[in-house]
């Protein structure tokens, strides 16, 4: 698989406690280490009863900090400003701490200053001089009590972000690796979308023929989930528009399965309902071109059929005469590449009055990779092929050129919701 290098150059100080969920931490590390982090691990003594540091040390590839030397290892790496700083101030090694798993004994210790292990003194160290914090509890759920929620909301008062946990089976699990690795990567990301309202649809709608039958297209969804990630990342505040589950709760989602439902989803968030106040909406659906009146049974098979076809309402038509004003990015589906796609695309503009259009052909859908072609009002043309989160990044450069918020920002940049850099 083709991981997407979100995390370059950025040194991640991984803090390990002593829950269960510690056994999970080899994999987390691979994955923040294949998207381009540095993992520095630093371990509680409990952590070391469950996992060895040299497990750790072999899937980071750095020395495990165990214990309280000269060093000031808390102080090397996070009691500095953070690297990129506007302020020009002296930086730490640590781009970002994460705590995963953190048990609810390091979540108190932190919430009330109490640092009197390796991961409550690094935490502290980090909240003091502004390094970004990421905490992932994990514990039995009747420990996930009042008192220990109370604390997690300290947390969050001061910054920090919480990922998870997942109950279930009796306990309060760990997030998954997928979530918390987003997560990291969204605090990383330069917030150049931070303050910005995106409403995506995406995968194939279905219209049904009978309560068995449906008509629908080859689309998997994967490209409207690559988008929604990829704003998320970004800072942005995503909406999902789909047929499908990503179950990630960085992302709002809204479930639909007809064109009709969802063409009223999207009218129904632009005019005032949840999300009111969107910025911009993309448009990536694979959204059925014709309906009809399904069956009320299921229809006996062996016999000849014919389907009276209709054609759909056309949600861009219904968002463009509603909000005129919409900054709106469309995806247009062709089965001839070349020239052709291109004058099609350009059509589809002016047609419906794009901030951009997205053209690929019939081959790319349900794949895993594709190739498309970003267009422009001004007729700039962009080819890019890779896996959908390469297009997906790809995308959202040229979406941040034409609403003006190219550049990354510092994290003291983006707590004031700059969007202009700094």
């Known amino acids: 698989m083709d991981f997407t290098k979100h995390l370059a150059d950025k040194t991640i100080v991984l803090g390990i406690t002593g829950s269960i969920a510690a056994v999970r931490t080899i994999e987390l590390a691979h994955e923040l280490i294949r998207r381009g982090a540095t993992v520095q691990a630093v371990m509680t003594e ?13 899937a980071t590839g750095r ?11 808390w102080v090397e790496y996070c009691g500095g400003a953070v690297k990129g700083d506007c302020s020009g101030g002296s930086a730490g090694d640590a781009d970002l701490l994460l705590i995963a798993p953190c048990t609810a004994s390091t979540i108190g210790k932190i919430a009330h200053g109490i640092p009197d292990t390796l991961v409550s003194i690094f935490a502290t160290t980090a909240l003091g001089a502004g390094v970004p914090a990421i905490v992932a509890p994990a514990m039995h759920e009747s420990m996930y009590n009042p008192i220990v929620r109370g604390n997690i909301d300290i947390l969050r008062d001061q910054g920090v972000t919480i990922v998870g946990p997942v109950i279930e089976e009796g306990k309060a699990k ?8 987003r997560w990291a990567e969204r605090a990383l990301g330069g917030y150049a979308l931070s303050g910005i309202r995106v409403l995506i649809t995406g995968g194939a709608t279905a219209e049904p023929i009978d309560p068995v039958r449906i008509i629908t297209s080859r689309a998997s969804g994967r490209m409207g989930a690559s988008l929604a ?21 960085g992302i709002r989602e809204i479930y639909v399965e007809t064109a009709e439902e969802m063409t009223d989803a999207v009218l129904d968030e632009l005019g005032g309902g949840a999300g009111d106040g969107y910025d911009i909406l993309i448009s990536a659906a694979a959204i059925s071109d014709y309906t009809l009146d399904p069956a009320a049974d299921k229809i006996r098979s062996g016999s000849q059929l014919t389907l009276d076809l209709r054609p759909t309402r056309k949600l861009l038509e219904a968002v463009r005469d509603a909000y005129p004003d919409l900054a709106v990015v469309g995806f247009k589906l062709e089965s001839v590449g070349g020239e052709a ?3 099609h695309a350009k059509a589809a503009m002016n047609r419906y009055g794009l901030s951009m259009v997205v053209a690929n052909t019939a081959e790319n859908m349900g794949g895993s990779e594709g190739e498309v072609w970003i267009i422009s009002k001004k007729n700039e043309i962009s080819h890019v092929s890779g896996t959908k989160d390469v297009i997906a990044g790809a995308v959202f450069d040229s979406v941040e050129q034409v609403m003006g918020m190219a550049g990354e920002e510092c994290h003291e940049c983006a707590e004031q919701n700059s969007v202009s850099g700094c």
């Not at 020395?63 to 290892?73: E, F, L, M, N, Q």
């Not at 760990?174 to 690795?181: H, S, T």
């Open 46 to 58: 409990p952590a070391e009863r469950i996992i060895h540091p040299d497990a750790i040390e072999c």
């Open 63 to 73: 020395a495990v900090i165990t214990g309280w030397t000269g060093r000031v290892s």
């Open 174 to 181: 760990i997030a998954p690796n997928d979530d918390i690795v």
């Open 229 to 249: 990630y990829e704003a998320f990342r970004r800072g942005a505040d995503v909406t999902l528009v789909h047929s499908g589950q990503i179950g990630f709760s």
């Open 341 to 343: 796609l291109i004058e």
